[in-house]
């Protein structure tokens, strides 16, 4: 069964700061990575989707980066802001005939003034 | 947005009654799906369609039902609420004709099982 991790839960640091989030999953047999961004009270953002042919794909100060065969992915985001604060969430997808995403709990971030 | 909007936004309601959670997407997306998020579960999914009258499980299906007249609009029913069912609602869909594509999410419905 399909197992997606975020560690760390929740991630505090200073204005203007390049971070790294993490996520792993256990099974490498996935088709495409896709990351959320979920303000408090709000739907989820699509960020960025990778697909399992990719080694990374950008948007803006954000960069996913994805090792299919280490069944782990990273968002890095640059020069962090506080309107970043939020809860970061990595989903993965086994296959190409679903839609049907596999969730790990994500990373609240919080950027310090 | 990808024009997705879900009503109501916040319910509160009995254990026992039947509730109906509606999304409605603009675009002619294919593919939608009802998932709900937990504190200590993150999201999982509910049910799924894969175009009109075509509706599949997902891993926490028991005690909900879909149902998907039109294109546009995807209901999730609760036939007898039960207090486990205190969640909040996404609807999503995935973009374009492909169950692979980007899959983009509504605002969220506020359910409370009393």
């Known amino acids: 069964k399909q197992e997606v991790t975020q560690i760390p839960a929740a991630l505090s640091v200073p204005e203007g700061e390049n971070l790294v989030l993490n996520c792993s999953f256990t099974?490498?047999?996935?088709?495409?990575l896709q990351w959320f961004r979920q303000d408090p009270g709000k739907g989820l953002t699509s960020l960025l989707l990778?697909?399992?042919?990719?080694r990374e794909q950008t948007s803006g100060r954000l960069n996913a980066s994805l090792d299919k065969s280490s069944g782990r992915s990273t968002l890095y985001i640059a020069a962090s802001q506080p309107g970043d604060s939020a809860t970061y969430l990595c989903?993965?997808?086994?296959?190409?005939?679903?839609?049907?995403?596999?969730f790990g709990q994500g990373t609240t971030l919080q950027v310090k003034p | 947005d990808a024009g997705i909007t879900q009503s109501p936004r916040h319910k509160v309601t009995e254990t026992g009654t039947p509730v109906t959670l509606r999304c409605h997407q603009t675009?002619?997306?294919?593919?939608m799906y009802w998932y709900r998020q937990d504190p200590g579960h993150g999201l999982r999914l509910i049910h799924y369609?894969?175009?009109?009258?075509?509706?599949d499980k997902g891993e926490v299906s028991d005690g909900y039902s879909v149902s998907r007249s039109k294109t546009e609009d995807f209901l999730l029913t609760l036939e007898s609420a039960t207090s486990s069912q205190t969640s909040v609602y996404f609807c999503?869909?995935?973009?374009?004709?492909?169950?692979?594509?980007?899959?983009?999410f509504g605002p969220g419905t506020r359910l409370t099982v009393l």
């Open positions: 990778i697909q399992s042919s990719q």
């Open positions: 989903a993965v997808r086994p296959s190409s005939n679903t839609g049907k995403l596999i």
């Open positions: 099974d490498s047999a996935i088709y495409n």
């Open positions: 369609s894969y175009g009109v009258k075509d509706t």
């Open positions: 999503a869909i995935s973009e374009g004709d492909r169950a692979y594509n980007e899959q983009f």
């Open positions: 675009e002619n997306h294919r593919y």
